[in-house]
Each structure stands twice: as structure tokens, then as C-alpha cells.
């Protein structure tokens, strides 16, 4: 089975920097993905990790450590359009690609 | 780009009844659609994945005579909820998968189905 835990809520502040963490306990291990999703929206895709290492993407990095099953997500410079949930997903091995995600983190950025 | 359109956006249907909702992928070709179900302040849950040309693959306690879904083209999938009861209301995603080195799904922007 598959269990993947994400705190559930942060709080940051605008122009500052925010880890988001995941961790996971799976039945094997096909990548890592980060979402964006504002309430009421569709998820957005923000990073995919396979390998271990740091993927940076501007303002986003996204961490994978897969011997820890471990990742986070880092936002930097934070704006007030961050505040969102973000989702980690796992892709278990297999031919369906699909992906189990976490239950999200609640990010609220304040002024 | 990768964009997936669902229709309806938003529904509202009396217990009973069924609704039926598209997934498209615009402007590239899935072979692979898969269909979310999420309730409010939860996270996604994945229902099916759904294979053109093949019968969809369910997950455990998702019920396949209740959430019939097609998958006709490389473009279109469909999700039918049969016999709607009042907790059936949720928002219901669609993805698709774009091909590539990463695989990535992209998501439709979502149906959220109000039963009465």
C-alpha cells in the first residue's frame, strides 16, 4: 500500500522562503510529484523527482531523497498568489502511471 | 502546451438521475485519462484509469457500474455516475496523460456535481 504524509497547514510570510515536506511509505517507487491546487481548481504540476537530488525551477525546488522516502518543496520569495495547497504524489511502479497523492498542505502567505 | 477541458464545469442534478461528464485532452494525444474524485479539504482519490480503446481499470471500492467511464478516442473520456445519490456530490477531475520523458499528467480544470 501506499501512505504519504504532508503536514496540514503552514503559514509563511510574503517575500520569505517556505520547505514543504512529504514523506512516504510505498510499495515500490516509479517518481515523485508536486501540485498546486487553489481551492476550487484543478491541480496544477509544479516538479517530478526520480532520481535523488534537487530539481530547481525559478521561485520552486523540489528535493527527493529516496532512500529516507523523503522530499520537499521549496518555495522562495513567496507571494501572496502562493498561498494554495500543495499536494506530493507518488507514482508506484507499474504500466498505469498513476499517481497517489497525500492529502496536502494547506499554504497561507500573510503580508 | 497540455491543455485538458472537462465539461460540464458544474452540475446540479436531482438523486436519481445520471450525469455525464468529458474529459478532453486539446491539444495533444492520451492514451491514458485517469479520473479523481474530491471531497472538500480532502485530497485526490483516485477512481480509475482509463485506456483508449480498452475497458478501464477501477480501484478498490470504486464501483464500475455505478462510474461507467469510456475512453473512445486518443482525445476524449468519459465519465457517467449512474443513479446519482446525495453522496455522490463531489469534484470530479479528469487527467491525461501527456507523453514524454516525464509522464506527467495534466488536469482538467474540474466538475464539481451537486446531487439533490
Known amino acids: 500500500g501506499q501512505n504519504i504524509d504532508q503536514p496540514t497547514e503552514m503559514t509563511a510570510t510574503e517575500g520569505a522562503i517556505v520547505q514543504i515536506n512529504c514523506t512516504y511509505q510505498?510499495?515500490?517507487?516509479?517518481?515523485l510529484f508536486w501540485y498546486q491546487q487553489h481551492a476550487g481548481e484543478a491541480p496544477t504540476f509544479l516538479s517530478y523527482?526520480?532520481?535523488?537530488g534537487l530539481e530547481e525551477k525559478g521561485r520552486f525546488s523540489s528535493f527527493l531523497s529516496r532512500s529516507k522516502g523523503y522530499s520537499y518543496l521549496l518555495l522562495k520569495e513567496l507571494q501572496m498568489k502562493d498561498s494554495a495547497s500543495y499536494l506530493c504524489?507518488?507514482?508506484?511502479?507499474?504500466?498505469?502511471?498513476?499517481?497517489?497523492f497525500g492529502a496536502g498542505t494547506r499554504l497561507t502567505v500573510k503580508p | 502546451g497540455a491543455v485538458v477541458s472537462q465539461h460540464p464545469s458544474r452540475v446540479i442534478c436531482k438523486s436519481g438521475t445520471s450525469v455525464k461528464i468529458e474529459c478532453r485532452s486539446l491539444?495533444?494525444?492520451?492514451?491514458?485519462m485517469f479520473w479523481y474524485r474530491q471531497f472538500p479539504k480532502q485530497s485526490l482519490m483516485l477512481m480509475a484509469t482509463?485506456?483508449?480503446?480498452?475497458?478501464?481499470?477501477?480501484e478498490q471500492g470504486v464501483e464500475k457500474d455505478k462510474f461507467l467511464i469510456n475512453h473512445a478516442s486518443l482525445t476524449l473520456s468519459t465519465l457517467t455516475v449512474t443513479s446519482a445519490h446525495p453522496e455522490d456530490s463531489s469534484f470530479y477531475i479528469c487527467?491525461?496523460?501527456?507523453?514524454?520523458?516525464?509522464?506527467?499528467?495534466?488536469f482538467g480544470p474540474g466538475t464539481r456535481l451537486l446531487v439533490l
Open positions: 482509463s485506456n483508449e480503446g480498452s475497458k478501464a481499470t477501477y
Open positions: 523527482n526520480v532520481l535523488d
Open positions: 491539444d495533444f494525444q492520451a492514451t491514458t
Open positions: 510505498t510499495s515500490g517507487f516509479n517518481g
Open positions: 504524489a507518488v507514482r508506484p511502479p507499474g504500466l498505469n502511471n498513476d499517481m497517489r
Open positions: 487527467s491525461a496523460e501527456k507523453r514524454g520523458a516525464q509522464k506527467t499528467q495534466y
